[in-house]
């Protein structure tokens, strides 16, 4: 069976053309920087949003119309698999990510559960060895089921515990058996929602008791693949435990598991921690610990996750900046876990709403390049922080300066500062670059 009949393998056009159904901006041959924009970026198709998305919401009924629609328990499965490979070759995309979840139907059972997930498993290693498409990276859902309801590692259930810790371990088998490049845990519900019920020591530390099961278990069975965390603040739960990239980083520094754990970072996550995508991208670079994107975007407007296909050029552009910064994202990738807009609701819509990630993303890649290439912001930082490289500002930084010298030095001094930080100047050059880079 086709399932997007009206779409061929989606080509580079470049910037002229008007057909909506090319790229613009993402021609995977082109060299930035010694290497293919295809290796550059890595992009991935979730599958949770592009194959399994119904268009619920907490207002209205499914509404997504969906050429495997119809079917139901494992023969929806299995047509979902066959969708999913001719997505990724008429896409040209090397990459996808999926849950346990979305891939096979609970059973009644964890046993029955399993033996689902084998099947579809069995059936997707056929697709990859056929089509050479690749696994970047799995993860366990372990929010969905109401079992989870007060977490799964942090559950104050010791069966939930335990459930969740079986779970895992088939989550790495599967990616051993497919050759994950990476595995993600995302701890929908491993926070709280009240202090007045929460043991906060006890969750903390079971989180860490299953990160350290599921290193001892990958260490077993001779899996090889990154370990990943993916931070948010909130939703479902009110606190998160990876609250943020920054919080992450001492979560898995004060465990002690700094050398196995990297971070996936997603955007809109960052958003609603707060902050900018770039300032997660560059807390995570200078601790060694960024691994992975999930690329999208958030509405500042609407205070949740609305995971949006990525359109916004200024936050792509730096990203790429950072992840150049970075050498890249070396076994990661740039993930869409995005969707479209619950009024998109027709097949061709999923191509549409990829394409315009790729290309912002693309666009983005150029741009950072040059911006790197020719040191526009480097440049200036080098400038402004000119003083901690002689004097006394290097005797700080080498850690020779004390209290008393420090004292002794600047107590008759007279300086006053007046250098600008010339911000303005610096978003007049990033426009510059974002509308004349070819």
Not at 87 to 116: Q, S, W
Not at 255 to 264: I, S
Request: hydrophobic share 40%; net charge negative.
């Amino acid at each position: 069976m086709t399932y997007f009949p009206e779409v061929k393998r989606i080509q580079y056009e470049g910037r002229k053309s008007t057909n909506p159904l090319a790229f613009k901006h993402y021609n995977p041959s082109e060299v930035v920087l010694g290497k293919p924009m295809e290796e550059h970026l890595r992009f991935a198709v979730s599958y949770w949003h592009t194959f399994t998305l119904s268009g619920s919401d907490p207002f209205g009924l499914p509404n997504m119309i969906r050429p495997w629609d119809g079917s139901a328990g494992m023969d929806l499965a299995k047509k979902r698999v066959e969708a999913t490979f001719e997505f990724l070759d008429k896409l040209g995309v090397m990459y996808f990510c999926f849950h346990d979840r979305d891939i096979a139907p609970e059973g009644d059972t964890l046993r029955e559960t399993n033996a689902n997930l084998d099947v579809i498993v069995s059936m997707l290693k056929d697709y990859m060895q056929t089509s050479g498409k690749k696994l970047l990276w799995n993860t366990q859902n372990m929010f969905s089921n109401p079992r989870f309801v007060h977490g799964a590692a942090t559950s104050p259930n010791a069966d939930v515990f335990a459930y969740a810790a079986a779970q895992v371990k088939k989550g790495l088998e599967v990616a051993l058996e497919l050759g994950a490049e990476n595995y993600v845990f995302w701890g929908g519900r491993e926070g709280y929602e009240t202090l007045l019920n929460t043991d906060l020591k006890l969750e903390m530390d079971n989180l860490a008791r299953l990160f350290q099961m599921a290193i001892n278990y990958a260490d077993e069975i001779g899996f090889k693949g990154q370990f990943l965390i993916e931070p948010k603040p909130k939703e479902p739960t009110k606190h998160q435990y990876d609250f943020d990239a920054a919080t992450a980083i001492a979560f898995l520094k004060t465990y002690g598991f700094e050398d196995r754990f990297k971070l996936n970072l997603e955007a809109n996550h960052a958003t609603l921690a707060g902050h900018t995508f770039e300032h997660e991208l560059y807390v995570s670079r200078i601790h060694g610990m960024l691994g992975s994107v999930d690329a999208n975007q958030g509405d500042p407007l609407l205070g949740w996750d609305t995971d949006e296909f990525p359109t916004d050029l200024y936050s792509a552009t730096l990203a790429m900046y950072q992840i150049l910064k970075n050498g890249g994202l070396h076994s990661g990738g740039l993930n869409f876990d995005a969707k479209v807009r619950r009024a998109s609701m027709t097949p061709i819509d999923l191509f549409y709403g990829h394409i315009v990630g790729m290309d912002s993303f693309a666009r983005g890649l150029k741009v950072a390049a040059k911006l790197i290439e020719e040191r526009v912001f480097d440049s200036f930082i080098e400038e402004r922080y000119q003083s901690y490289r002689s004097g006394i500002g290097q005797e700080i930084v080498s850690g020779k300066a004390t209290l008393q010298s420090l004292e002794d030095y600047i107590v008759d001094k007279k300086f006053d500062v007046t250098t600008s930080g010339r911000q303005e100047l610096l978003l007049a050059k990033l426009n510059q670059y974002l509308l004349e880079v070819e």
